[in-house]
């Protein structure tokens, strides 16, 4: 008996009862319950909390006395049995008392033994020191493991709760007092449709894990008034049966709108940085946009030429953006980018500005005469932006200054050579304007060797929060600000038409920065004006040929609805955000089979 004494000794680490061990399968450990001995725990005081299958079996008096007592101590039980023991001993200690008990005798007269460690009894037959040492070992890990993850689930501050595969509450800890307002004890034994029926929680994760049998998560209501971010993961036994269900609820009453604003922007943006970017960054270019692709891989094509390229696109595109990223790209990157905005220059002085003029070559000219623009390019790049409302005398010179690369400086008779490079940019037709009369044919032509069209804002949807990202980050810098976009106003900007494109987001932008109180950019923070287009852009026609029933009716809207923001935004993330739905609930949407 040395070897056994030692081991319940092994016993007495804690003063934590085995009472409260509903079943030992709770240490995932399958022997106990399959074991061939017969094996019972009791409480503290005695009580019968657990009994295996052979213990069961084996001792069908106990059993039924368990069954009609369920308060009577195991002492009790075996003293009121035909098991009275023979031989019994009392290991008492400050902390506990252990009652040893080994009779030879069972009713039928057989040997075999029966042992009662503190609740814990043994019936088995021919049993060796061994086999008992091996047995107590077990008792005694399991034990510790069982107490071990007590510990840690009554110590975690987050609501722990465990539910059966008919979701009923099996465990929890004690933080279920504080968020649901439900004693432990009272809240065991409970199903999770009637704490939802019953307005205990807003809405229950589990039972959505039990109808879709996948993991879960979603923002739950209290009546306590408490706000929990629960995560719901259903577990599985070895044949693929549903087995218990794990949340784990964290409070984020405490968390201020702000900081769960902030949150979501910085997701968004973790995911639009995953994504092709189209921002002036470093002077380059990063799009999505198929045209833009297109014409980024033919400015590519032409960086060790300087051929005269033709930029169109309307107002606020970023003609001048692609402008700068050809020179950038060109062999002529080391020298100067000078633009001239052929629009703000009276005609009457645009050809000075542009040849430049000698000394008294006019009246009101600079005594030692003024270089100009094309002279200021020398070496690098010359962009020649609104090149529409380029007078026709003036279209004249530029043609020759094109074909001879060489020019004239007004007043003089000496002619100077140019080597730059010229891009033209305009908002205009300039073909229609060549029927019209209002262009020269001839420098059309010569000005469109490398034609390159920079699509609307509004054709390349999935940009804009791009775009927008990267314009809140630089007003940010440059004004001392932190402000963030909701998901809502980002969904808003997204939509709308966008007729100042590019230029007009920027400024608002810039605006919304400057003005907006809070540190989060709403919907109510944007104009009316912004709010009020989108309402009505990429409107889906809905034509009603015959009548269905009304769920399969919203079931095909659903789906057009579907099918239109993957058309305008090829990034789920964004499609998702721009119907305000959560990019999971998105992708399940669109991959659900057929019915």
Known sequence: MDVIKSILFQLLDSDTSLGNIPSLSECHNEDLD??????????????????????????????????????????????????????????????????????????????????????????????????????????????????????????????LTVSNKNGVLIKTNSAIEEQFGLKRELAIGTNVRDLEKNGILSKSVTREVLDKGTPSTLVQDTKTGHRLLVTSTPVYDQNGELYKIFNISKDVTSITTLESKLQEAEELIREYEKQSIYTETNNKIITSNITMQHALNTVMQITEVDSTVLIEGETGVGKDVMAKQIHDTSINKNGPFVKVNCGAIPDSLIESELFGYEK???????????????????????????????????????????????????????????NIRIIAATNRNLAKMVESGQFREDLYYRLNVVPLYIPPLRERRSEIPHL????????????????????????????????????????????????????????????????????????????????????????????????????????????????????????????????
């Not at 007269?109 to 008992?132: P, Q, R």
């Not at 932008?509 to 009020?532: C, F, G, M, Q, Y």
């Not at 009716?553 to 998702?576: I, R």
């Open 34 to 159: 399959q074991s061939l001995y017969g094996i019972c725990f009791s409480s503290k005081e005695g009580s019968i909390s657990y009994a295996n299958k052979t213990f069961m079996q084996s001792i069908e008096s106990i059993a039924a006395h368990k069954k009609s007592n369920p308060t009577a101590t195991l002492a009790k039980i075996i003293k009121s049995t035909v098991f009275f023991p023979i031989n019994c001993a009392l290991i008492e200690t400050p902390e506990e008392n252990y009652l040893v008990c080994v009779t030879n005798a069972n009713e039928d007269g057989n040997s075999s033994h029966l042992v009662t460690i503190y609740g814990i009894t043994d019936l088995m037959n021919d049993w060796t020191e061994a086999d008992f040492e091996k047995m107590l070992k077990l008792i005694v890990k399991c034990r510790k493991e069982y107490l071990d993850d007590e510990f840690i689930f009554d110590n975690i501050f987050d609501l």
């Open 360 to 418: 008294g070559a006019f009246t009101g000219a600079l005594n030692q005469g003024k270089p100009g623009l094309i002279a200021a390019a020398e070496g690098g790049t010359l962009l020649l932006d609104e090149i529409g409302e380029l007078p026709l005398n003036m279209q004249v010179k530029l043609l020759d200054l094109i074909q001879t690369k060489s020019y004239y400086t007004i007043g003089s008779v000496k002619p100077m050579t140019a």
């Open 468 to 595: 927008t990202h990267e314009f809140l980050k630089r007003f940010n810098e440059k004004y001392h600000k932190n402000k963030h976009f909701s998901r809502d106003a980002m969904a808003i900007l997204t939509n709308a038409p966008w007729p100042g494109n590019i230029r007009e987001l920027e400024n608002l932008i810039e605006r919304l920065v400057v003005t907006t109180p809070s540190s989060v950019i709403s919907a109510d923070n944007l104009p009316e004006s912004v709010r009020k287009d989108t309402a009505t852009v990429d409107a889906i026609e809905i034509k009603i040929n015959k009548i269905i029933p009304l769920k399969e009716a919203q079931q095909e809207m659903e789906n057009a609805m579907f099918e239109k923001a993957l058309e305008l935004f090829p990034n789920k993330s964004v499609a998702a955000d721009v119907l305000g739905i959560h990019r999971t609930t998105f992708s399940r949407k669109i991959n659900k089979p057929e019915e």
